[in-house]
């Protein structure tokens, strides 16, 4: 039975309405993107002006420069302080997850489902209940930065990068995610692995993670736009411009160049195409990415 | 003899068991002392700071007191004039809930129409409306937020030339501490809610600007969910319904709705928690509309969030780190108690299906 023309006709014109408001919805999502790139070049007349323009009259790439020196460090160290936060720590945080979700996956060893399931317990717990107890964990730590045995007399580990760094390393459900991925590789592989003299971590690192790769390629890549995009826990934990990442930079900026938008957009977009192109180089491995850390989870 | 080689089978096991153990427990070391230090630790440690306090004064030990103020002051207070008036933590109660309610329906809501638009009307060019879409999602953060400050500028905003281009009155939206259905009734001159104190009445205008933001910023993260859900369900299903004669709207209701039901109940459980934790967006877009002083939460308290609240008191004006901890608490408790309700509730209707 085929459809009927009305029902054709009636479902291309669904489709066509289907489009229209795809493409519009998807433009409104755009604009603020649009917005901030055309905006970037407007002088600071031109950006206070109303009704505003929406094509730039006169084009000030200038903006981009001044954006870059603005004090109080320039925005090059800012970026060059996120890229380290970032990739130290991610880099960190997948090595110590791969391990731990590796361990909970294939390894056999007393108390291992309790600890798996403190581990899942932790995604319960909000940030607000350990922000404050993690600052004074982080300015009383013992026997570092001045610190005596009892966490007095310094600062601890207040204001440092391993400051910003250290307490998001673990991440419950990055573990929670490899160790599901790990528990798909087949047992033979193991057991062919064991004959040719290959211990447990030999089969991790040249058996495992090669076949896990876009799990792993996920973590990270979550990892490094969250920490990217971190604002709160660097906002606390530190106090110099030379280590504190963009942004909290940019809460300066929003002080420092209150109405001068198009220096405000200019370091808008400076800060956040890193992450858009990060994004578009590898899009669909990280869409899939969510969807599998979605709907395990 | 056999005892022997029994014996000894009991021990070579016992020797494995303990030798893997070891192994296995040297892998999750780094991990476990990390969640151990930074994730169990301070649930402890932050009952015990909220048992302090701790201000500008001395460091003094005070048991509740964080505790009686939090349910005592913090709900119910007498203003300047003696009136009893909702107190500072009840109203940042009432503030969050008006956020999450205000942004997490709409968000589940628009993302399964626009997620089932995608998978059902289009062919060509989803992957680029997919990108568009999600683009947001990973881009959100005070860099991005600074732009919505501009577009909802009272005075040179996009927003308000537009409205004034449609013949409707201008906004302060981010600057505005009045309800919005207070300003939407004023536009149609019809009354209602004037009488009303504006906590009662709703979010406030620079709220509703804060749930606008955090539901283009949480949009696509939905969407993409849905989509894979929707890409999940068997082909023959939709068949076999449309052989019975079922249209578009049964089909959507019988077949799509049903199936996607335990995706719902993940998303909404997510979307909830996000939004009861939210602090960057409110602190991007509300920081510079305050009086001066340059404080999250204005104008006049009305995007005070329970986390933005701990905020101020730990850290802006680090005046009762104690009491802030005690108010971390009760936001903890509250989250613990949403997610158990969510799951029984949506857990048995999908059980049911």
């Not at chain 1, 660097?234 to 220096?263: C, H, K, N």
């Not at chain 2, 009445?201 to 969407?223: D, E, R, T």
């Amino acid at each position: 039975m085929s459809p009927s023309l009305a029902q054709y006709n009636r479902r291309q014109f669904g489709s066509a309405l289907s489009y229209a408001l795809l493409i519009a919805g998807a433009l409104l999502v755009i604009f603020p993107f649009i917005w901030m790139l055309l905006g970037s070049f407007k002088n600071i007349e031109e950006s206070n002006r109303f009704p505003p323009t929406i094509w730039p009259e006169s084009w000030h790439p200038e903006n981009y420069a001044q954006a870059w020196n603005a004090p109080p460090s320039t925005l090059g160290r800012y970026l060059l302080n996120s890229t380290v936060i970032a990739v130290t720590g991610t880099t960190l945080q997948v090595l110590i997850c791969t391990l731990a979700g590796y361990a909970f996956a294939m390894l056999r060893f007393r108390g291992r489902e309790v600890l798996f399931l403190l581990v899942l317990a932790t995604t319960m717990i909000p940030n607000e209940v350990t922000l404050i107890p993690n600052f004074v964990t982080i300015r009383r730590f013992p026997l570092l930065g001045g610190n005596d045995l009892f966490g007095a007399g310094g600062s601890g580990l207040y204001d440092t990068y391993i400051a910003i760094v250290l307490p998001g390393l673990a991440g419950a459900f990055n573990v929670f995610l490899l160790r599901q991925a790990f528990m798909t590789v087949p047992h033979e592989y193991w057991e062919a692995a064991q004959i040719d003299g290959c211990g447990s971590f030999g089969y991790l690192w040249r058996v495992m993670t090669p076949l896990t790769l876009p799990t792993l390629l996920t973590v990270a890549v979550f990892g490094f736009i969250g920490r990217w995009n971190g604002l709160l826990w660097p906002l606390i934990v530190t106090r110099s411009e030379s280590l504190r990442p963009v942004q909290v930079a940019m809460t300066y900026y929003q002080t420092e160049f209150l109405t001068d938008y198009g220096t405000l957009m200019a370091a808008s977009i400076l800060v956040t195409l890193p992450i858009i192109v990060l994004f578009l180089l590898i899009q669909r491995q990280f869409i899939s990415g969510v969807v599998s850390a979605g709907l395990k989870g | 003899m056999e005892t022997t080689i029994r014996a000894a089978i009991a021990r070579s096991r016992r020797e494995a068991r303990r030798t893997s153990g070891w192994g296995g427990v040297i892998y999750i070391l780094p991990a476990l002392i990390i969640l151990i230090l930074f994730e169990f630790w301070p649930i402890f440690f932050n009952l015990w700071i909220s048992l302090w306090r701790w201000d500008v004064g001395p460091v003094a030990f005070i048991g509740f007191g964080n505790y009686q103020r939090l349910f005592g002051e913090g709900f119910v207070t007498r203003d300047y004039a003696d009136r009893i008036v909702v107190g500072e933590v009840l109203e940042s109660l009432i503030v969050t809930v008006y956020y999450v309610l205000g942004r997490v329906p709409p968000t589940i809501a628009l993302s399964f129409v626009l997620a089932y638009m995608l998978f059902q009307g289009v062919r060509r060019g989803r992957a680029a409306l997919r990108l568009a879409y999600f683009l947001p999602y990973i881009t959100s953060s005070i860099a991005v937020a600074m732009v919505f400050t501009w577009i909802f500028n009272p005075r040179i905003g996009v927003v308000n030339a537009v409205l004034e281009g449609l013949g409707l009155p201008p906004q302060k939206w981010l600057q505005d501490p009045i309800p919005a259905a207070k300003r939407v009734l004023q536009w149609f001159q019809v009354g209602g809610l004037e009488s009303w104190p504006d906590i009662a009445a709703g979010p406030s205008m620079a709220l509703v600007v804060v749930i606008v933001y955090s539901i283009w910023a949480s949009l696509g993260y939905s969407i993409v969910i849905y989509l894979a859900g929707l890409t999940n369900i068997p082909s023959d299903l939709y068949e076999a319904a449309r052989m019975d004669g079922a249209d578009g709207w049964a089909l959507l209701r019988l077949i799509v709705w049903p199936l996607l039901k335990p995706i719902t109940l993940f998303l909404v459980i997510v979307n909830t928690i996000n939004a009861f934790q939210a602090f960057d967006p409110i602190f991007a877009l509300t920081r510079n509309s305050g009086m001066g002083r340059g404080e999250a939460g204005g104008p006049l308290d009305t995007t005070l969030t329970m986390p933005v609240f701990i905020f101020r008191n730990f850290y802006e004006r680090s005046n009762s780190v104690g009491y802030a901890a005690a108010v971390a608490f009760l936001l903890f408790f509250i989250l613990l108690g949403l997610t158990i309700v969510q799951f029984r509730i949506f857990g048995r209707t999908s059980y049911d299906q």
